[in-house]
Every structure is written in structure tokens, then in C-alpha cells.
């Protein structure tokens, strides 16, 4: 925003932007040829059009200069090296450019180069310019964090500012935050979904005795229990036996075990089901959000650095192929416009209006189509065009200064209006304009710093993203085909509802077809068909009515035998719990807290999932990184360790409570 002291003296500023751009250009290095005018009538007094000054070089010549530098490094030749990085520096200011992302990358190199050579100093150096020349470069910060580590381990605070200053830039970033976006959701999901096969597999082992002996009751009484096991093992592995795959054994093992499952594991296992049947919009759903590619990262470079050649190249091409794109036009102009090619962004400026757009977009076209103008000399079409932006959108700060930078062009007498539109100026985004004008009163008569181009929204990028969101659809197709076991397509979602509609079915039939139950002090299967004087509801087996409830006509042996039993049995269950607790959240499925088991499965299969797609399904956009991240190894470790120590701690006391009770 324009300083106070600037709207204060608003006829002092006037004042010297009259006297700036309406003196004789003789003191001018080079200037843009004034638009043609009527000829004047006889007599009249003529105002000499504004004249400023239009880059020497263009955006092209940044890489020529930067090859310079790498020659004579190579030559070891450091004074002319660094009068390069000197002209780089120029000419990105001079070209109002923003970032220069590849000569970004090529420091961040540099920096891990000098680090491995034993020079922090020089490395600390790259690292610096890197942020000068990319401050939108989250690596560049990350670097500059590893650098001042390094230097200075107790120094946590810079550190930590430019940790800050990554992780802003990194969401600013639609080719970082959209990428690390679609990695977390899909560790996120793969870990969901592998917490839910272990569940399927834990809670049959919990219940599997259960099972075989039930099934053993559908047979005649003469059966013998092999034979009846062999058919129960059969019947769960019937999906292998039809090469549907190994994934379909997670349905028949809760299918089987329906019967048994309390409220809580029931809603567990048909969620977890549903997350599966919901797999391939997830999977189309993290291909949409990760795709950000194609013209739309073209523009979006064009528009927050300089643009390489290729991307140049690209844009160009589907320009000249017919296509109309607002985002293209507006792109190409904008850069044709700071080069100083003003006839070309004026061409394009105009056909990006023809394009159309919401306000936004042709909000900041008129503005920009105005500096264009303006700069050739055409003050009054200027004008009209930063008043058209205005109408359009009357909160954009720049029209408002571009708008009050024209008006002082005509002398004193706008100085009223001048002072309006600065002071509109100031109130919309006082550090902006501040920050621009580099807090001086006088005009910089330089054609990129005497008015202000308003930047292309992001969100005028959905258009070109859309073609580039449509390939997310074969993601869909693809996961369907392989999670169809062979079946139709329609059955990768089909057949786990089924699965899950089965087991809440089953689930409230087992009141009727009254299944076994588990001995709560022994582990016996309690069955009424087995033993009469068992008791379902108490969830006590025959033996243990005779021997702890009745206590009468019991052999001592056989009550020592029995007692030797219950404790082996709770011996083996917490055995088997910590075991299973080597994998987090195992151990409590197994000891029947379903909720806390799969948050706990979710995140240890979630950290196991981050190491399989360890370079993520969409990588970063700048590859500086030649090794493996030793802050993202120690990361991973320790989510291992604190996620085991807080399960098995809980495990424990769960145990504990348990043997209390």
C-alpha cells in the first residue's frame, strides 16, 4: 500500500510525476513509440506524450545469462560469475519477474554439492540467492533451514521462520499442495484399507472355534469333527478355490464369523466394508485432486516466474491452433507485456476479452489492457480501461493506482482525483502498493514499475484443468477391474455391500438361530446342544457351572484340572494379545475393543503405506533432492515407535483392568 506520508503530500507527488514524465525524454535510454494521434489544430498548446523506459533484454536472455555464470564457474572465474547473477538479479527486476524456478532448483543443487564438499558457507551462499530468486520455492526455504542447522544448531527460531515460510509457499503452490494433498489421502486410504483386511483376519481368529464347532452341528450326529473342520475350511476358502483372488477371504472369514460379532464389531466390519466398495471413487476422486498438469501448469508458471522455452513453446502452439482459452491469451500477453512486446500484448489482451470470463478475469484483462495502452502513449483508451476494470471490480487496489498514475499525467488540474483514487489505493492494499512503488514518491519511469499488472487468479485455471481431471476417470475404471475378482465391473462396489447387508442380516437372525457362544472362564464353546446345563446368557460352559456355580458332586482333581485350565486359558488370550500388539492395534481386536483396534491399525497401516509409496503418487514438481530425506526416515520411525509404545501402554492397562475385574 502506498505510505501515509505519500497520500499527505499527494500535490507533492503530482507534482513530480508531472515533472518525471512530462520532461524531454532526451535523458531516456530507450521508449516506447507513442500511439498515433489527430494532427493538432492551429495553435493549440500540445502535451508531449509520457515516455518510459522498456526493458533492454527480454525474459529469454535470464537462462543465456545464468549458462554465462555456469561457464565461468567452471572456469573459476568467480568475479565474472557473479556479475552475472548481478544481471540476472537486473533483469528480474527489471521484467517484474517474481521467481525464477529453474535457476531456484540449479542453487538448491549447488547448496547440496558444497554441503557434501565441506563448505557450509558456500552452500549457505546458494541457499540465500536460491530464496532471493525463488522466494515461491518451498525447497529453497527447506534449504536454507538445512543450511542454518547446520551452521548453528541452537538457532531454532530462524529455522523455524523459514520452516514457516516453506510450508505457506508449499500451499500457495497448486503443484505442491494439490500433489502432497493427494498423497496424504491416498496413504490415508491404503492404510484404511489394509487396517481393514488385518481386522478381517484378526476378529476370524477371535471367533474361529466358534465357527467350527457350529458347523460341525450341521452335520448328522455320527460326523466326525475332522471331517467337519475340513468342510468349514472349504467353505472359507472357496474364493481362492474359484481364483477369484486372495482378497474375497476377507468376506467369507466375517461372513463366517457374522454370527458371533458384537454391536460394535458389526458396524466396524460393514463400515470398513463400505470404504472398500467406496475404493474406486476414492481412487478417481485422489486422480482429480492430483491433476494438475498439461496448459494449466504452463500458465501457472508463465504467470509466477519467467516461463522456459518449452512452456513458451506449448502455449504458443495452442494458441496458434484456434483454441481460445482465456487463461492461455492472458498468460502470453502478460509476458509479452513485461518483455516489452506491447502491440503483441495488446493483441492478446483483446483476444482474451473476447474469450469472456467472470469479472475476475476481465477485471484484471482492462486493468492490464490499460497499462499496455497507457504505455503507448494512449492515456485517455488507459484510462477508460481502468475505470472499466473498476466497474467490473471496484475492490481491486492496483486499477485504483494505475487508474491515479494515468489521471497525474494531465497536470495539476486531476489533482483532486488523483488523491481519491490513491487514497481508494491505500485503503484496499496498502503494503502491495507500498512494496511495489519500493515506498518511493517519485514515479519509476521503467515500463514494469510505473504501473501494476494484476497476476492471473488461479482459479481462471479450471477451465484447462478440466480435460486434464477427466483422465482421473480410467483411475476408476482401472481399480474397478482389479477389485471385481473376475466378476463384472460393477461388482468391485457391489459385492462388499452384499457382504456387509449379509452380515447385519445375520446379525440379527442370531437370536434365532441361537449360534454358541464363548466361555468367559475357560473359553469353551457354551452350547446347549452340547451341554443342557449350559448358560448362553451368563456366557458359562457346562464345567464351569458344575465346578464354580453349583460346587457340589465335583472330584477335587477334577476342580484343581479345571481351575489349571481357566487360568491357561487367560494365560494364552493375553499371550496372544501382546503378540498380535507387535502390529498396533491387533492385540486390542483380539481382546474385543474393535474402535480403538482400527484407529490404531488405520495409523500403523497409514505410516506402512507412506513407506510403500514412498516418492507418492504425485511427485514434486522440481527434482533437487538426490537422496533419501533422513528427516522423513527419523519421521517415520518415530510415528512407528509412539504409535506401538501408546497401543502396547493401553494394551497393558486394558489387561490389567481386565485380570481386576
Known amino acids: 500500500m502506498i505510505h501515509g506520508r505519500f497520500v499527505l503530500s499527494a500535490g507533492a507527488a503530482t507534482a513530480a510525476i508531472v515533472v518525471a514524465l512530462g520532461a524531454s525524454g532526451q535523458d531516456v535510454p530507450a521508449a516506447a513509440a507513442p500511439a498515433a494521434t489527430p494532427a493538432p489544430a492551429p495553435g493549440s498548446i500540445v502535451a ?34 557473479d556479475d552475472e547473477v548481478q544481471r540476472v538479479r537486473q533483469l528480474k527486476d527489471d521484467l517484474a519477474l517474481t521467481n525464477l524456478f529453474f535457476i531456484g532448483g540449479a542453487l538448491i543443487r549447488e547448496s547440496h554439492d558444497a554441503l557434501a564438499a565441506g563448505s557450509p558457507s558456500q552452500a549457505s551462499a546458494r541457499c540465500k540467492l536460491a530464496v532471493e530468486l525463488a522466494p515461491a520455492m518451498e525447497e529453497a526455504h527447506l534449504c536454507l533451514v538445512r ?59 477371535r471367533y474361529a472355534n466358534l465357527y467350527a464347532h457350529d458347523v460341525h452341528h450341521l452335520f448328522p450326529v455320527g460326523a466326525r469333527r475332522w471331517q467337519t473342520k475340513m468342510l468349514a475350511a472349504v467353505l472359507l476358502l472357496l474364493p481362492v478355490f474359484l481364483q477369484m483372488g486372495p482378497l474375497p477371504l476377507v468376506f467369507t472369514a466375517l461372513l463366517a464369523v457374522a454370527l458371533y460379532l458384537s454391536t460394535v464389531e458389526m458396524v466396524v466390519a460393514t463400515l470398513l466394508l463400505a470404504a472398500l466398495a467406496a475404493t474406486p471413487c476414492a481412487a478417481e476422486g485422489i486422480g482429480r485432486i492430483a491433476a494438475f498438469g498439461g496448459p494449466a501448469v504452463d500458465v501457472w508458471l508463465l504467470e509466477h516466474g519467467e516461463g522456459s522455452g518449452p512452456e513458451v513453446a506449448r502455449l504458443q502452439k495452442r494458441l496458434d491452433s484456434g ?21 503483441i500484448a495488446e493483441k492478446l489482451y483483446l483476444r482474451a476479452i473476447e474469450a469472456g470470463s467472470n469479472n475476475t478475469g476481465l477485471a484484471a484483462v482492462h486493468n492490464n489492457l ?5 504505455l503507448e502513449g494512449d492515456v485517455a483508451k488507459g484510462q477508460a480501461h481502468y475505470q472499466q476494470s473498476i466497474d467490473l471490480r471496484e475492490g481491486v487496489a492496483a486499477s485504483h493506482f494505475n487508474l491515479s498514475r494515468a489521471l497525474g499525467l ?41 504501473v501494476l499488472d494484476v497476476p492471473l487468479d488461479d482459479s481462471l485455471l479450471q477451465p484447462l484443468l478440466d480435460n486434464e481431471i477427466r483422465t482421473a476417470g480410467p483411475v476408476g475404471d482401472e481399480v474397478r477391474a482389479q477389485l471385481s475378482f473376475g466378476l463384472p465391473a460393477e461388482a468391485a462396489s457391489g459385492l462388499p455391500v452384499i457382504v456387509a ?32 446345563d449350559a448358560r448362553p446368557s451368563e456366557q458359562l460352559c457346562a464345567q464351569c457351572v458344575n465346578v464354580f456355580i453349583r460346587r457340589t458332586g465335583v472330584d477335587a482333581a477334577e476342580r484343581i484340572r479345571k481351575e489349571y485350565a481357566v487360568q491357561a486359558y487367560h494365560r494364552q488370550g493375553h499371550a496372544m494379545a501382546r503378540v498380535l500388539g507387535v502390529l498396533s492395534g491387533a492385540g486390542h481386536v483380539m481382546m474385543g475393543y474393535p474402535v480403538r483396534g482400527i484407529v490404531y491399525l488405520t495409523a500403523t497401516g497409514s505410516l506402512g503405506a507412506s513407506i510403500v509409496l514412498w516418492h507418492g503418487l504425485a511427485h514434486g514438481p522440481v527434482a533437487v533432492r538426490s537422496s533419501l530425506s533422513l528427516f522423513r526416515i527419523g519421521l517415520t520411525a518415530a510415528g512407528f515407535i509412539a504409535i506401538y509404545a501408546i497401543c502396547l501402554r493401553d494394551l497393558v492397562n486394558r489387561q490389567r483392568a481386565k485380570e481386576g475385574s
Open 370 to 374: 490499460g497499462n499496455v495502452l497507457l
Open 48 to 81: 508531449k506524450p509520457p515516455v518510459f523506459v522498456m526493458p533492454a533484454e527480454k525474459s529469454t536472455e535470464v537462462a543465456t545469462h545464468w549458462s554465462l555464470r555456469r561457464d565461468y564457474l567452471r572456469d573459476r572465474d568467480e568475479r565474472r560469475a
Open 323 to 343: 483454441a481460445n482459452d482465456f487463461a492461455v491469451d492472458f498468460a502470453l500477453a502478460h509476458k509479452a507485456k513485461r518483455d516489452g512486446d506491447l502491440a
Open 501 to 532: 447387508l449379509l452380515i447385519f442380516a445375520l446379525h440379527l437372525l442370531r437370536g434365532r438361530l441361537r449360534p454358541s457362544g464363548r466361555c468367559e472362564r475357560c473359553g469353551r464353546e457354551v452350547c446347549k446342544r452340547c451341554d443342557p
Open 147 to 205: 543450511v542454518i542447522l547446520s551452521e548453528d544448531p541452537t538457532a531454532v527460531k530462524r529455522a523455524a521462520a523459514e520452516l514457516y515460510a516453506a510450508a505457506t509457499t508449499a500451499l500457495d503452490d497448486p503443484r505442491l499442495s494439490r500433489a502432497a494433498f493427494a498423497n496424504l489421502l491416498s496413504v490415508l486410504f491404503l492404510g484404511l484399507l489394509a487396517a481393514g483386511t488385518v481386522f478381517g483376519v484378526v476378529i476370524f481368529a
Open 410 to 450: 494531465n497536470g495539476v488540474e486531476a489533482l483532486e482525483k488523483v488523491q481519491s483514487e490513491q487514497g481508494r489505493a491505500n485503503e484496499l492494499d496498502r503494503l502491495g502498493i507500498k512494496d511495489f512503488t519500493g515506498d518511493q514518491l517519485q514515479a519509476n519511469r521503467k515500463a514494469n514499475k510505473f
